[in-house]
């Protein structure tokens, strides 16, 4: 059974890096088979996904355009989970961040972690 | 204003029927598969149905979608008190990035 345990801080100030980390459990965060993404929720964004991180003999990643200048999603194989990090955030960047497994689909996420943009 | 276009909010009573429609265009459902996914309150969106009217293991066949150029219905029969939530419908665009419905409340009357 495919686990996402995510980990990271409630509170970033603006200006600052968003940095957040999708612990895997029953997968690899190398498989050939799995896409690793980061989507986010908020009540004026609804559901935005971020991007994604692949391996397919090399590691590829993909970026949404809202947010490409500022975003870095990172595999760490020694530790198997999925890092991102979001920099020069505003308050507009405040919401639910999630990662998921999937191309989409998106079949397993984790819990998710309420990130608040405030001085 | 997301990219996919549902209705806000949907209701009927318990053991009833209910669809919900999930609009979108030829770049995203007009040529990529549709998922949907239920999201109960407090909790993380849980996949319903894959490529257009695929059940994961363990999801009832009370959920059933389907895809007709560029619109996907998701449906569930035999209503219960415990569908209701927000349920989401999403799919690939072709301008390289995963696209999402605003969402739709169902509420069991």
């Known amino acids: 059974q495919v686990q996402l345990q995510q980990s990271g801080p409630g509170l970033v100030k603006p200006s600052q890096t968003l940095s957040l980390t999708c612990a895997i459990s029953?997968?690899?965060?190398?498989?050939?088979?799995?896409?690793w993404n980061w989507i986010r929720q908020s009540p004026s964004r609804g559901l935005e996904w971020l991007g994604r991180?692949?391996?397919?003999?090399?590691?590829?990643?993909d970026y949404a355009v809202s947010v490409k200048t500022r975003i870095t999603i990172n595999p760490d194989t020694s530790k198997n989970q999925v890092s991102l990090h979001l920099n020069s955030v505003t308050p507009e960047d405040t919401a639910v961040y999630y990662c998921?497994?999937?191309?989409?689909?998106?079949?397993?996420w984790g819990q998710g972690t309420l990130v608040t943009v405030s001085s | 204003q997301s990219v996919l276009t549902q209705p806000p909010s949907v209701s009927a009573a318990p053991g009833q029927t209910v669809t919900i429609s999930c609009s979108g265009s030829?770049?995203?459902?007009?040529?990529?598969?549709v998922s949907w996914y239920q999201q109960l309150p407090g909790t993380a969106p849980k996949l319903l149905i894959y490529?257009?009217?695929e059940r994961p293991s363990g999801i009832p066949d009370r959920f059933s979608g389907s895809k007709s150029d560029t619109s996907a219905t998701l449906g569930i029969t035999g209503l219960q008190t415990g569908d209701e939530a927000d349920y989401y419908c999403?799919?690939?665009?072709?301008?390289?990035?995963?696209?999402f419905g605003g969402g739709t409340k169902l509420t069991v009357l």
């Open positions: 998921s497994r999937g191309d989409p689909p998106f079949d397993y």
């Open positions: 029953g997968d690899s965060v190398s498989s050939k088979f799995a896409t």
């Open positions: 991180t692949y391996y397919r003999s090399k590691w590829y990643d």
């Open positions: 030829s770049s995203n459902i007009g040529s990529n598969s």
């Open positions: 490529e257009n009217n």
């Open positions: 999403g799919t690939w665009d072709s301008s390289l990035s995963v696209v």
